[in-house]
């Protein structure tokens, strides 16, 4: 409801030039792709419970600061501080998703948690397109009263349920593996970097959704930034209704598979922008687009929890955060591409950088098969000593 006309936002109530508001816009992601890591590992150690809810009572500050904040300067490190938060909820509760749920069930599982995501997201654009453009500070005074709320219910419900969420972990899992000996792990599995290197020039494009699009639209297109709410809507919509469809879709093929079928799309969504003048170009870009998110996301969480030691789930949960420099740099980048090179130029190369994501996709599941039947060195086996850490490569 409130984040997506962020940048619009500080265009009608800062003189900021639309490089510098995609440049806010985008501390978020940067803060969360350092920070998921840190997080995830952290809910290994101390609980799914402990990060989650603390994060989320965090968060519900930082909506509040949206609405009182007057200069740039604390946008950007309200927005910094929202990437924290993202950083730490997300990767945390996906890691708890995952803790519950037997592995032929878990793509499921996600595409559940997406659609959940998306069912909130229908409703939320037309909501903001008069509390976020036209009241300003309402819609994120009611972001975050609504993220409290949730924070005291996910408490209580945590609590309740907090044998059920702990009596499936076995000796073995409750073992902590400190951060330094984890990020060695993370840092030494191949297929994880290639799969987060596609992931990043894939979310380059994604990130065009919320940052370009918008302001561009409100630019070039007659009632832009009603047809941006539209959009938004439409994008929602779809997922709603296609989430669970293409989901059994795609538990039936192998994950690369949907994930090169979803980056084709994401880039021909790009295409579509690039070419439109007409609001129709606009719309069957996002409709061509939404197709490949719902192919990509689920299916990125699913190759995550395949690569995870079980004691480690939430620290490859956070480090899956590291694809957010596609979400810091997309915003800037493509600010500037359609600054320089108009609307047309602009979203044709962002659809190009979108479409090299596919080599790495492909180069990680190798790597990762590789691995799944011996044939690959780089299996990470974490052992603790009296005197340290220490990591066998």
């Known amino acids: 409801m409130s984040l997506p006309f962020l940048t619009i936002y500080l265009a009608q109530h800062t003189e900021i030039d639309p490089a510098l508001a995609g440049l806010t816009v985008g501390l978020g992601p940067l803060a969360g792709t350092f920070c998921g890591f840190v997080g995830g590992n952290l809910s290994d150690q101390f609980g799914r419970r402990t990060v989650m809810v603390t994060a989320m009572f965090l968060w519900a500050g930082v909506y509040i600061g949206f609405a009182v904040a007057e200069h740039i300067v604390f946008f950007m490190l309200l927005n910094l501080l929202n990437g924290v938060c993202r950083s730490f909820f997300e990767p945390t509760s996906q890691a ?3 803790d519950i749920t037997p592995p032929e069930r878990r793509i499921r599982v996600f595409g559940f948690r997406y659609l959940a995501i998306n069912v909130g997201a229908v409703i939320g654009p037309l909501i903001g397109a008069v509390t976020g453009i036209l009241a300003g500070k309402t819609a994120f005074l009611i972001t975050g009263t609504v993220y409290f709320v949730y924070a005291w219910l996910l408490l209580l419900m945590l609590n309740h349920y ?3 969420l702990t009596s499936h972990v076995t000796q073995t899992e409750r073992e902590r593996v400190g951060m330094r000996a984890a990020f060695q792990v993370v840092r030494n599995d191949a297929a994880l970097r290639f799969f987060l290197a596609g992931a990043i020039l894939a979310n380059i494009g994604y990130a065009q959704i919320e940052t370009t699009l918008p302001l561009y639209l409100k ?3 007659v009632n832009g930034e009603l047809l941006f709410s539209i959009l938004l809507a439409i994008n929602a919509g779809l997922v709603v209704i296609l989430q669970m469809l293409l989901t059994r879709w795609s538990e039936k093929r192998p994950i690369l598979q949907s994930l090169l079928i979803g980056t084709i799309l994401f880039a021909a ?6 070419v439109g003048q007409h609001e129709a170009w606009f719309v069957i870009g996002m409709v ?5 998110e719902i192919l990509i996301f689920p299916t990125n969480s699913l190759f995550i929890d395949r690569l995870a030691p079980d004691h480690l789930r939430g620290t490859y949960f956070g480090a899956n955060g590291f694809q957010g420099l596609g979400f810091f740099m997309g915003p800037s980048l493509g600010g500037w591409l359609v600054q320089q090179l108009g609307g047309h130029w602009g979203f044709a190369v962002i659809g190009l950088v979108v479409i090299g994501a596919m080599y790495f996709y492909w180069m990680g ?8 039947c011996g044939l690959s060195q780089e299996t990470s086996v974490v052992s603790s000593s009296v005197s340290g850490e220490k990591l066998q490569v």
């Open 219 to 221: 630019q070039n297109v």
């Open 162 to 164: 907090r044998h059920d």
């Open 96 to 98: 708890l998703m995952a």
């Open 288 to 292: 061509i687009l939404t197709v490949g």
């Open 269 to 274: 969504g790009m295409g579509c922008f690039a």
């Open 365 to 372: 599941m190798r790597v990762y098969q590789f691995r799944s």
